[in-house]
Nanobody
Framework: QVQLVESGGGLVQAGGSLRLSCAAS????????MGWYRQAPGKQRDLVAT???????NYADSVKGRFTISRDDVKKTVYLQMSSLKPEDTAIYYC???????????????WGQGTLVTVSS
């Protein structure tokens, strides 16, 4: 089975930095687009950043200039470097990937279980 596992969440003070990782495992032939989403208590899940297989990235306006998304295809991992964190960044962060699986070579969209980021003031 294909699985995404997030790590790196925790408690940080406002203005601090944190690096999230999301590693994919299983019968994966190819990973296409990957992304990070977040959901705060009582809020909907929103897009944070995406990155294509070609390395093109896109960011939500609220994090632009502070967050950086990157990927390592050898490690099958996507990262989110978060800097200048604000209390409003507090949320559960989820990674997402569109990939092609063995042996069917079909497209699959997979979500991680989430990692909690708490930013204190």
């Amino acid at each position: 089975q294909v699985q995404l596992v997030e790590s790196g969440g925790g408690l940080v003070q406002a203005g601090g930095s944190l690096r999230l990782s999301c590693a994919a495992s299983g019968s994966i032939f190819k990973i296409n687009d990957m992304g990070w989403y977040r959901q705060a208590p009582g809020k909907q899940r929103d897009l944070v950043a995406t990155i294509t297989s070609g390395g093109s990235s896109n960011y939500a306006d609220s994090v632009k200039g502070r967050f950086t998304i990157s990927r390592d295809d050898v490690k099958k991992t996507v990262y989110l470097q978060m800097s200048s964190l604000k209390p409003e960044d507090t949320a559960i962060y989820y990674c997402n990937a569109e990939l092609v699986v063995f042996v069917s070579f079909r497209y699959r969209e997979v979500w991680g279980q989430g990692t909690l980021v708490t930013v204190s003031s």
